[in-house]
């Protein structure tokens, strides 16, 4: 009930009067001090870390944080045959392609800024290798709680690469990712995962082509046993609501942030049935920490709608471009806020599972 989450990134460093290893860790590395297996293991320090305070925050199904993603676009192609190149430039920068995916009308200018070669489709995309089931598997031996795997979705990795030989059939490249990131997908349940978020934030920006979206997500989801659910950021769902109740994905997580309209889809009692709904209401861009009481109410009114077992808590994004100290008070008081929603809900139950009114 009312289960508190993230979506994928969470801030990479912490601030500097605390740790510095991963940061001092990736200047050696650039500069040839220390080799790729000692690079690894601050990465995986680091992680562990984040998933420490994400934990220590009240998270109750974290991801690994993205700490090892220098990007959403090039960490997911590096795993998939057929793509040739990637981001110029220092491998170690903090390149926000994050920024860039959620704000689409701004990517010029971040492109200018930062020198991007995208990976280029020279041949048929298959499935190479392990994307994130290595870093599933590092970090679920370690959590005492259920981790959650994610990968940013074909429909939007399509559209963030150069199609190559592909040329303008922007709908097989889609369908082809989808074939190889179910195979990732197939391994990542049989290494243990329960539960995988699947990032597409360029779908609500191409809404005319959410036919392409349904076909590629019956492709992507094909026997895959874990509980999937599908990423939307920056705006909202009004228009392709019935492609994503009729998708195979077993959860929605909406922008409530960037997307208030999406409330008038949520209030349809009943419409999205057993599917699980995640609410971004914490602002995955402001510094400002929300009120564990507003987050609270908003949860129990939504539970008029839905079955408050299915409603799950959530930033409005990733959290990469906040201060770590941010990001922690902020899933703290979205914790806090869920805490008193169970709390109220429990005092109001009546017999027979039903919700005493307060009117």
Not at 171 to 200: P, W
Not at 276 to 302: F, H, K, N, R
Not at 332 to 353: C, F, N
Request: charged share 25%.
């Amino acid at each position: 009930m009312f289960t508190p989450t993230l979506n994928g990134s969470f801030p990479r460093f912490p601030e500097p009067a605390r740790s510095k290893l991963l940061s001092e860790a990736l200047e050696k590395h650039r500069d040839g001090i220390i080799i790729d297996t000692t690079l690894h293991r601050a990465f995986d320090r680091a992680s562990v870390e984040a998933v420490v305070e994400m934990i220590a925050a009240g998270i109750e199904i974290p991801s690994d944080g993205q700490i090892r993603w220098q990007d959403e676009i090039a960490y997911m192609c590096a795993g998939l045959d057929g793509f040739r190149g990637g981001f110029e430039g220092d491998p170690d920068a903090e390149y926000d392609v994050y920024w860039r995916l959620y704000n689409p009308q701004r990517r010029a200018q971040s492109d200018s800024e930062h020198q991007v070669a995208y990976p280029e489709a020279v041949r048929k995309i298959t499935w190479h290798k392990s994307v994130v089931v290595d870093d599933f598997c590092f970090m679920a031996v370690r959590s005492p709680v259920e981790v959650r795997a994610v990968i940013t979705g074909p429909f939007s990795l399509a559209r963030s690469v150069k199609p190559g030989i592909y040329g303008e059939d922007i709908r097989q490249l889609t369908l082809d990712i989808a074939s190889a990131l179910n195979e990732e997908l197939k391994i990542l349940c049989k290494a243990g995962a329960k539960y995988v978020l699947v990032e597409e934030p360029l779908l609500l920006y191409n809404k005319d082509q959410a036919g392409i979206f349904a076909e590629a997500s019956k492709v992507l989801c094909a026997d895959v046993e874990a509980s999937v659910m599908v990423g939307t950021h920056g705006s909202d769902v009004l228009g392709i609501e019935d492609v994503l109740l009729e998708s195979p994905f077993d959860g929605i997580s909406f922008d409530m942030l960037n997307g208030a309209d999406n409330i008038s889809v949520l209030e349809k009692k009943g419409f999205w049935g057993d599917k699980i709904i995640q609410i971004g209401l914490i602002d995955s861009e402001s510094e400002v920490i929300e009120t564990p009481m507003a987050i609270a109410l908003y949860l129990i009114d939504l539970s008029n709608y839905h079955n408050a077992g299915n409603i799950w808590v959530a930033p409005s994004g990733g959290m990469r471009n906040l201060s770590r100290t941010t990001a922690f008070n902020k899933l703290k008081a979205m914790s806090e806020g869920a805490d008193w929603a169970r709390r109220e809900l429990a005092r109001r139950e009546v017999p027979g599972g039903k919700i005493r009114s307060e009117e």
